[in-house]
């Protein structure tokens, strides 16, 4: 049951990531837009982003159990693109907002640039965590191999064993 | 065993990393719901009933009242009648302000939101302000004894002054407030009483300043009734001398 539900988690941090950087994509072009900002310099807000999806893309990729197993990341990342979700949900729809009306472009931009420098951070720490659980991962593996090797090598002597027998008796 | 010691050291400095991200977004989670809530706090009441809206009305009737007594034919009074006639053109037009679209969309409702409030104030400033206060009565600021002889209105001109400078200073603060109703930070005292059950006190407010522009046109319109009644009362009275 864990197993079935943190696989649900886990490709739906990535699911969520995407939604959440479509629709924060489309925000702050438009804010840049509308405050006559370089366009360009609006890529920094999307590194993160990339970043992140980058290293979830190697996670699936490479099966890296140490972090799609890891059931406190993947719903912390979840949790985080709730937020941001609900966020964004407010941007365009929360008409009790004054900003919204007053601005004329059905985007609330005065609420949402308060929410970018914690986003960027938050999947920024993300990023991180998921670099360190890799690392962490790495060592796990170099240990199991070690444990195999020990495990293997009495039964090749058994084998050796065997065959010895075998010879002494003559078959 | 190294290998070991800083394995672990990465676990514990990774957890705390993931605890402090899941901290950070239930913080604005939580704070972001607060402020959803918050910001739906409607005002219910029966805004035709409001006590402020009943002055208000009592105010516009009497304004009503005062011009029309006037009447071009028979006034003989100091300011020329040509005169007269456009104030009370421009008294009327007042009375079209202030019962502008806006306020006559709230008297049916039963409840006021937050963008109710904005828009009240709006239409402050673009009708009340703007169309009657300024388009049409701005010359009460800049009357002197050559225009309006010996009237109340020229002796009266600090006043005046001080009415407008109370009225285009009114709902500025309230502008402010309602704008930063769009964010959640609570920082700063303005940012946190805009958030918190603001819609009650900027209905009252943005009222208060409705009847403060009103006490404003009523007291021009007594002025322009003093100025017709007192030559209506000279010519009965000299009628009655003659006779």
Same mark, same amino acid.
């Given at each position: 049951?864990?197993?079935i539900?943190?696989l649900?988690f886990c490709?739906?941090?990535?699911?969520?990531?995407?939604?959440?950087f479509?629709?924060s994509?489309?925000i702050?072009i438009?804010?840049?837009?509308?405050l006559?900002?370089?366009?360009?310099?609006?890529?920094f807000?999307?590194?993160?982003?990339?970043?992140?999806?980058?290293?979830?893309?190697?996670?699936?990729?490479l099966k890296?159990?140490?972090?799609n197993e890891?059931?406190?990341?993947n719903?912390?990342?979840?949790?985080v693109?709730?937020?941001?979700?609900?966020?964004?949900y407010r941007?365009?729809?929360d008409?009790?907002?004054?900003?919204l009306?007053?601005?004329?472009?059905?985007?609330?931009f005065?609420?949402f640039a308060d929410?970018i420098?914690?986003?960027?951070?938050m999947?920024?720490?993300l990023?991180v965590s998921?670099?360190?659980?890799m690392?962490?991962g790495i060592n796990?593996?170099?240990?199991?191999?070690?444990?195999?090797v020990?495990e293997?090598?009495p039964?090749k002597?058994?084998?050796?064993?065997i065959v010895?027998?075998?010879?002494?008796i003559?078959? | 065993m190294?290998?070991k010691f800083?394995k672990?050291?990465?676990k514990i400095?990774?957890?705390a990393l993931?605890?402090?991200?899941?901290?950070?977004?239930s913080?604005?989670?939580?704070s972001?719901?607060?402020?959803?809530?918050?910001?739906r706090?409607?005002f219910?009441?029966?805004?035709a009933?409001?006590?402020?809206?009943?002055k208000?009305e009592?105010?516009?009737?009497?304004?009503?009242?005062n011009?029309?007594?006037?009447?071009v034919?028979?006034?003989q009074?100091n300011v020329p009648?040509?005169?007269?006639?456009?104030?009370?053109?421009?008294?009327?037009?007042?009375?079209?302000?202030?019962?502008?679209?806006?306020?006559?969309s709230?008297?049916?409702?039963n409840?006021i939101?937050i963008i109710d409030?904005? +828009?009240?104030?709006? %239409?402050?400033?673009? @009708?009340?302000?703007?169309?009657?206060?300024? =388009?049409?009565?701005?010359? #009460? !600021?800049a009357?002197?004894?050559?225009?309006l002889? +010996?009237?109340?209105? %020229?002796?009266e001109? @600090?006043?005046i002054?001080?009415?407008?400078? =109370?009225?285009?200073?009114? #709902? !500025?603060?309230l502008?402010?407030?309602?704008?930063n109703n769009s964010s959640?930070?609570?920082?700063?005292?303005?940012?946190?009483?805009?958030?918190?059950?603001?819609?009650r006190d900027g209905?009252?407010e943005?009222?208060?300043?409705?009847n403060?522009?009103v006490n404003?046109v009523?007291y021009?319109s007594k002025?322009?009734?003093?100025?017709v009644?007192?030559?209506?009362e000279?010519i009965?009275?000299?009628?009655?001398?003659?006779?």
């Amino acid at each position: 049951m864990n197993k079935i539900i943190n696989l649900i988690f886990c490709y739906l941090k990535v699911l969520l990531l995407l939604i959440c950087f479509v629709f924060s994509f489309f925000i702050i072009i438009n804010m840049y837009r509308r405050l006559e900002k370089n366009v360009v310099d609006a890529v920094f807000n999307f590194i993160p982003y990339v970043v992140l999806f980058l290293l979830f893309s190697v996670n699936i990729v490479l099966k890296q159990k140490s972090v799609n197993e890891n059931m406190f990341y993947n719903i912390t990342c979840c949790f985080v693109f709730g937020m941001l979700l609900f966020t964004i949900y407010r941007t365009f729809f929360d008409r009790n907002m004054v900003a919204l009306i007053r601005l004329g472009y059905n985007i609330n931009f005065n609420y949402f640039a308060d929410i970018i420098a914690p986003m960027r951070a938050m999947l920024y720490m993300l990023s991180v965590s998921n670099v360190l659980f890799m690392i962490d991962g790495i060592n796990l593996k170099m240990k199991k191999k070690e444990v195999s090797v020990i495990e293997e090598v009495p039964k090749k002597e058994e084998k050796e064993a065997i065959v010895l027998t075998t010879n002494e008796i003559g078959i | 065993m190294d290998m070991k010691f800083l394995k672990q050291y990465i676990k514990i400095i990774n957890y705390a990393l993931i605890g402090l991200v899941f901290s950070f977004a239930s913080f604005y989670l939580l704070s972001n719901m607060y402020h959803y809530l918050e910001i739906r706090k409607d005002f219910v009441t029966t805004f035709a009933n409001e006590d402020l809206v009943l002055k208000y009305e009592e105010k516009l009737q009497s304004i009503r009242t005062n011009i029309s007594d006037f009447d071009v034919n028979t006034y003989q009074g100091n300011v020329p009648a040509s005169q007269m006639t456009i104030i009370a053109h421009q008294l009327n037009s007042c009375i079209d302000n202030f019962q502008n679209k806006t306020f006559q969309s709230m008297m049916d409702k039963n409840r006021i939101t937050i963008i109710d409030v904005y +828009n009240l104030r709006e %239409a402050y400033d673009n @009708d009340i302000l703007g169309d009657c206060i300024v =388009n049409n009565l701005f010359w #009460t !600021s800049a009357v002197d004894q050559h225009h309006l002889e +010996n009237t109340i209105l %020229a002796q009266e001109k @600090d006043l005046i002054q001080l009415y407008y400078n =109370n009225l285009f200073s009114e #709902t !500025s603060y309230l502008k402010q407030d309602l704008l930063n109703n769009s964010s959640y930070y609570y920082n700063t005292a303005i940012a946190s009483s805009s958030v918190k059950s603001n819609t009650r006190d900027g209905f009252y407010e943005v009222m208060g300043s409705y009847n403060k522009a009103v006490n404003f046109v009523e007291y021009i319109s007594k002025w322009f009734h003093d100025e017709v009644s007192i030559q209506e009362e000279n010519i009965t009275g000299g009628v009655e001398e003659n006779e």
